[in-house]
């Protein structure tokens, strides 16, 4: 089983509100990734951290924010929902050096709907 | 634009039977990687492939790559119900330190 964590698994909120979603890990992972993924299946980076207080913007522009105060948690910010926001949401994580070797562990995702 | 596209993008076998999806990429690589998707869940690490290896086994999975065309496939042999889900491949650009992933080969495997 994969050692990181994502909560909630579904979300349903009103336009408007902020939900903060939160990814975990107990790897000691350095590299932390949020990806967005569509009903049609494609997976888009929107953000990535290489570290504590690392944090960088992925290939999809997206209104969320990141933070990464701690190794392990790497969560992702709406301050206003909209329904466009309305996908599954991936986090990821990787050990520095080794996700060539290792790959990517994911978490199982959160599935946000804005209505 | 997408570094992966996966194509078919559905596949429908019956049980016992090899499937074989192919993945296309449009830069150079440092490496490829596959990965499965069951339904709603997060995706799981199968192999990895360097540059500069043409063939990779695992258990059933059997992996190629050719750099010269920039395309990998996947094998599965002997294909179980079990193994219903999507498959990504995904791919670091040279000189790059993320990776890209593809658009994703639905198979269903019919018992």
């Known amino acids: 089983e994969a050692d990181i964590y994502q909560t909630p698994r579904y979300l349903v909120i009103g336009t408007g509100k902020k939900i903060t979603l939160e990814c975990s890990q107990t790897m000691g992972h350095d590299k932390m990734y949020w990806y967005q993924q569509d009903p049609g299946m494609e997976l888009h980076l929107i953000h990535y951290s290489y570290g504590v207080n690392s944090t960088e913007k992925g290939d999809l522009s997206s209104e969320s924010t990141v933070s990464r105060i701690r190794t392990e948690h790497f969560p992702l910010t709406l301050e206003s929902a909209r329904p466009s926001h309305t996908s599954q949401y991936l986090c990821?994580?990787?050990?520095?050096?080794?996700?060539?070797?290792?790959?990517?562990?994911f978490g199982s995702g959160t599935r946000l709907t804005v209505v | 634009s997408q570094q992966g596209e996966e194509d078919p993008q559905a596949l429908s076998i019956q049980e016992g039977e090899n499937a074989t999806m192919n993945c296309s990429y449009k830069?150079?690589?440092?490496?490829l990687q596959w990965y499965r998707q069951n339904s709603g869940r997060g995706l799981v690490h199968l192999i990895l492939?360097?540059?500069?290896?043409r063939e990779k086994h695992s258990g059933r999975l059997r992996v190629t790559l050719d750099t010269s065309k920039k395309s990998s496939s996947l094998l599965i042999t002997a294909s179980r119900a079990a193994d219903t889900a999507s498959y990504f491949c995904a791919t670091d650009a040279t000189g790059t330190y993320k990776y890209i992933f593809g658009t994703g080969t639905r198979l269903k495997v019919l018992a």
């Open positions: 830069t150079s690589i440092n490496n």
């Open positions: 492939i360097r540059s500069n290896e």
């Open positions: 990821a994580s990787s050990e520095l050096g080794l996700d060539r070797v290792h790959g990517y562990t």
